[in-house]
């Protein structure tokens, strides 16, 4: 092979050497959509792909955002080495992403996607972008419609709304996207907000996506979720999660459309609300159906380990580990006023242990559901009741409360809402005299929307438990059930599991089979 080969071909367009300045004080965004509109013209002409590349630097992009073109590559140097730092000093209503392509604005579609593009090896900052008001268009990339695109070795953070948030991927792979504190704006309950969010729908019945070894914390509402598209006809099947982390989001995993997601072998913790969960809480109002969850770690999470519901079902959840969570290690519910029963649930070989309440609540109806060969133990850990005090003793830290006159039971509090002086915290743990709370918001260095507290101001930890605690608890209708096999117990030197099955005053359990 010659040697010339081996150098950087024709293709390739270094970003200095085309008006680029990479200085950190220049606004580059005008040069770099120059650059993009080029390349995209040639690509049109020749259908031969070209790579932007951007050696070290940090790379203002202000003020505008470019729209980007079919066959049009950026790469870098690697996170931290290759910045963009996305801003909007000169129009402060302006949303400004590094690259967008979207329906509404510039017509993306089915019959005009962006094909062969990949965006690998740079960091996105988008802490300097401010706006009037929260914007779901202002993250790092903003792409609909694509084909064959890749998204590899990126670090994106402190985006105002989603870090990674692109539509309707065919044949994409997103991996080793490390998505952190994205979402700025966002107040947790608004669309987006997400360090991933992947809309999904406009490709048909199937799109082919994976995502792989990605880190989200800190993300204001979602670590990775994906979600049918307002007005997309299918459920796409074809998308799978494997080896993520997702930590103190609100919500770790989210499956809020899909059709057969596989989630698995993901690290799901100390998220605020929930690990990982089904819903119809998204724009198209339509849950998730058919997936499974396996061989994940679900811990520590605020509310609930894993959450099902809106959904016709089926979902398989199996040989996960689902503990420490606040409330339910598993809790089979409706977010919306909706009777329609869930069919052919499954809850196999889990390992479920020191939640809050119960280790598997359902609280709506079922049908044919099968919760087979688990391993269900000392749950029940919060004791119900509430607790206030003030005084000498009490004090407060950035992150919890210490109380000298307090003998709790270890845990006993988890899950708990503590409120002082017109603030809520959540209580992750605690110990015999001191509560350990969930950050105010994700990614948040403290448990108080303002300053702590003053030493001896009243508090109250405010319960909404049941005196129940069990290992399974039926507290909605259920029709024609397996429970089988499964192994419920508690070996605590202070036991706190009060039932291993439990069946609520009034439910009816027709035509199932409830064995060992």
């Not at 997103?174 to 704006?185: E, H, N, P, S, Y």
């Not at 559901?369 to 749950?379: G, L, M, P, Q």
């Not at 192994?487 to 089979?513: F, I, K, M, P, Y």
Request: net charge negative; charged share 20%.
């Amino acid at each position: 092979m010659p040697v010339a080969a081996l150098h950087a071909p024709d293709d390739v367009y270094n970003a200095r050497e085309h008006g680029l300045t990479g200085n950190g004080r220049t606004n580059d965004q005008a040069a770099l959509a120059a650059l993009v509109a080029q390349l995209g013209a040639a690509y049109a002409k020749d259908r031969r792909p070209r790579v932007i590349y951007c050696p070290p630097g940090e790379y203002l992009i202000a003020d505008a955002t470019t729209v980007w073109a079919s066959g049009v590559s950026l790469t870098g140097a690697g996170a931290g080495a290759t910045r963009f730092v996305l801003a909007n000093p000169g129009a402060r209503n302006a949303v400004v992403a590094l690259a967008r392509y979207n329906e509404q604005l510039d017509g993306a579609a089915a019959e005009r996607p962006l094909s062969d593009c990949m965006f690998a090896s740079f960091e996105v900052d988008g802490a300097r972008v401010e706006l009037p008001k929260y914007d779901t268009h202002a993250k790092a990339l903003d792409l609909q419609y694509m084909v064959r695109p890749m998204f590899r070795e990126l670090h994106i953070h402190d985006t105002a709304a989603t870090g990674l948030g692109c539509d309707h991927l065919q044949d994409g792979t997103i991996q080793g996207v490390i998505a952190d504190r994205c979402g700025r704006l966002n107040s947790g309950r608004e669309p987006g907000g997400a360090g991933i969010g992947i809309g999904v729908g406009g490709w048909g019945p199937i799109e082919r996506l994976d995502i792989i070894d990605c880190i989200a914390t800190g993300n204001a509402r979602h670590g990775i979720f994906v979600e049918l598209q307002q007005g997309k006809k299918h459920r796409p099947r074809g998308i799978k999660i494997l080896g993520c982390h997702c930590v103190d989001n609100r919500y770790g995993i989210s499956d809020w459309g899909a059709e057969g997601l596989l989630v698995a072998s993901c690290i799901l913790c100390e998220n605020h609300e929930i690990g990982f969960d089904v819903s119809a809480d998204s724009v198209a109002g339509v849950a998730g159906r058919g997936g499974t969850l396996s061989e994940c770690l679900v811990d520590g999470n605020g509310r609930d380990g894993v959450t099902i519901g809106n959904t016709r079902g089926p979902y398989t959840v199996r040989a996960n580990r689902i503990s420490y969570n606040g409330r339910h290690g598993y809790y089979q519910h409706n977010s919306k006023d909706d009777p329609t029963p869930a069919r052919e649930i499954v809850i196999e070989a889990n390992d479920i242990w020191k939640n809050g309440i119960d280790g598997v609540h359902l609280g709506a109806p079922t049908i044919d559901a099968s919760i087979v060969h688990n391993r269900i133990r000392n749950n029940g850990r919060r004791v119900p009741g509430n607790v206030s005090r003030g005084g000498p003793g009490v004090s407060y830290t950035p992150n919890g409360l210490c109380d000298a006159e307090a003998h709790w039971p270890v845990d006993a509090h988890k899950g708990k809402t503590l409120l002082v002086a017109g603030m809520t915290a959540i209580v992750a743990s605690n110990r015999e005299q001191e509560l350990h709370l969930l950050p105010c918001r994700p990614g948040a260095p403290t448990a108080w929307e303002r300053h702590p507290p003053s030493e001896r101001t009243p508090y109250l930890l405010r319960d909404e438990a049941s005196r129940v605690r069990a290992g399974i608890a039926l507290a909605a209708p259920v029709s024609g059930a397996w429970i089988r096999g499964n192994r419920v117990w508690d070996n605590q030197d202070r036991c706190t599991q009060t039932h291993a099955l439990w069946t609520a005053e009034g439910v009816s359990c027709e035509d199932c089979r409830i064995e060992d």
